[in-house]
């Protein structure tokens, strides 16, 4: 696969290409999620880890589980250990203490089953208390480079902090106080993304983010700022730098 940028060097073709797995098995796992969560599904799924554990404590029950019937670890540990908690509590467990225990898996009343959790969420690649973690730390960083990036261009701009203390819900990484021409655009705001842009997930963000900001600064010939740090999808989103947000007619 040909790097996505004229400067891609072979660790950012790597990171493009994970990237382009964790959001195809995404979709994948959003398209098989019913199935796994039927009342049927989830007691089977209970029984068999019992019976597992039972035969052998120390297995990867859960984790041989998920991979077998092709679900993401962190997401089986979590019918399980609310089907445990039912039984437990004779009641539906909140999902405040479900995310607690899955982010700390000794808060599990069972050392088994909080071994098991643990598992899960230590092999899973795209879900989980550690990828999100994982997730919120590179969007940081790609946030930090590229407040880096404007201030060498002695740019002035608002950050997104600084909106927020503003009461802002939905705001971009960066609005400039004196918007820029790049290649006979107008820049008011730029988005940063520590993803591969695919064609589904850019029309997501226009729909849950991006129209938001555009809207705020509704001027003639606008075409705002999105960079995807993993590069795009090249037929899908017209242009790497603007990232295909056009002015809505």
């Not at 467990?93 to 995310?99: Q, V």
């Amino acid at each position: 696969m040909p790097p996505t940028s004229t400067r891609s060097n072979k660790s950012q073709s790597q990171s493009t290409l994970l990237s382009i797995f964790s959001q195809e098995y995404q979709k994948q796992v959003k398209r098989t999620h019913a199935k796994h969560h039927t009342a049927e599904a989830v007691e089977t799924y209970y029984q068999r880890y019992l019976n597992g554990v039972m035969k052998n404590a120390a297995a990867p029950v859960l984790l041989e589980l998920a991979n077998e019937v092709n679900f993401a670890p962190s997401l089986m540990a979590r019918i399980v250990l609310e089907r445990f908690l039912q039984e437990q509590e004779q009641a539906i467990p909140s999902k405040t203490l479900i995310n607690s225990m899955l982010r700390d898996p000794s808060q599990i009343p069972d050392g088994v089953l909080a071994n098991q959790v643990y598992q899960c969420t230590v092999n899973d690649c795209c879900y989980g208390p550690l990828v999100d973690c994982i997730k919120h730390a590179i969007g940081h960083e790609h946030e930090v480079l590229l407040r880096e990036m404007l201030l060498e261009k002695n740019l002035s701009f608002i950050a997104e902090d600084q909106l927020r203390a503003k009461g802002y819900d939905k705001t971009p990484d960066f609005i400039l106080e004196v918007p820029v021409a790049v290649e006979g655009h107008i820049i008011h705001w730029i988005e940063s993304k520590a993803s591969f842009g695919d064609e589904s997930s850019h029309q997501a963000y226009l729909q849950d983010q991006f129209w938001s900001y555009w809207n705020r600064q509704d001027t003639k010939d606008t075409k705002d700022c999105t960079r995807y740090k993993n590069g795009r999808y090249k037929n899908g989103i017209e242009d790497e730098l603007y990232g295909g947000i056009q002015r809505r007619r």
